[in-house]
């Protein structure tokens, strides 16, 4: 905080002081050029010189502040999920495409396959989880499952931004003490980021 009061002060204050004195020197010494014009000189640069370092001190000072709060100033996680509960479309087909491996339980929170071309291989149909009803057949399922079930939820109406049906569903999750559930990251929806990319479906007339 001392510096940018610092070049406040500089600015307002010792500028315009030099100015004055400036002035009054050259008047004194208009006979002598030499002597006129070399203390005037040496002070203005001085200011400069000073002006430069308050600068590039205050400048450093601003970028500390902000590459030590991350969060924008908030703190505070805006959605039920963190980054490492989000799931990637192409991680689910890959567990999906290797008969190897045990499939996670898979919900189906939007049910819009029916428009969208088809819905996830193996999912189940819980519906918009937006309306109370289908929110209590959400839960009402994921009870029969143990805490630590691996479960996957998926909408895919529309964008991720407006989808009325992730949060409710995703913090219904939490709230009833999931350990790992994920969150199928389709940032555009099931269509796109999935039913075009050849990825496994069951086609829902």
């Not at 400036?22 to 002070?43: D, E, G, M």
């Not at 799931?87 to 689910?92: C, G, Y």
């Not at 499952?145 to 992730?166: H, T």
Request: with cysteine.
């Amino acid at each position: 905080m001392a510096w940018p009061v610092l070049a406040i002060t500089l600015r307002w204050v010792f500028v315009p002081l030099m100015l004055i004195q400036t002035i009054a020197h050259f008047r004194l010494n208009r006979n002598n050029p030499k002597q006129a014009l070399f203390v005037p000189v040496y002070s203005w640069l001085l200011v400069l010189v000073f002006a430069g370092v308050s600068g590039c001190a205050g400048d450093s000072e601003s970028t500390e502040d902000v590459t030590h709060d991350p969060s924008g100033g908030t703190g505070e996680q805006t959605e039920p999920w963190t980054q490492e509960e989000l799931m990637d479309p192409a991680d689910l087909a890959e567990i999906l495409e290797d008969s190897a491996r045990e499939n996670p339980v898979i919900l189906d929170i939007g049910g819009v396959g029916h428009i969208m071309g088809g819905r996830i291989k193996g999912s189940e149909v819980i519906g918009p989880t937006s309306e109370s009803e289908n929110l209590a057949e959400l839960k009402a399922t994921v009870a029969a499952y143990p805490k630590d079930v691996d479960l996957v939820i998926y909408c895919g109406c529309c964008p991720f931004e407006d989808c009325p049906n992730i949060r409710p569903a995703f913090q219904l999750l939490k709230e009833k003490g999931l350990t790992n559930p994920k969150l199928l990251d389709i940032q555009e929806n099931l269509r796109v980021h999935w039913v075009n990319l050849g990825y496994p479906i069951e086609e829902e007339s």
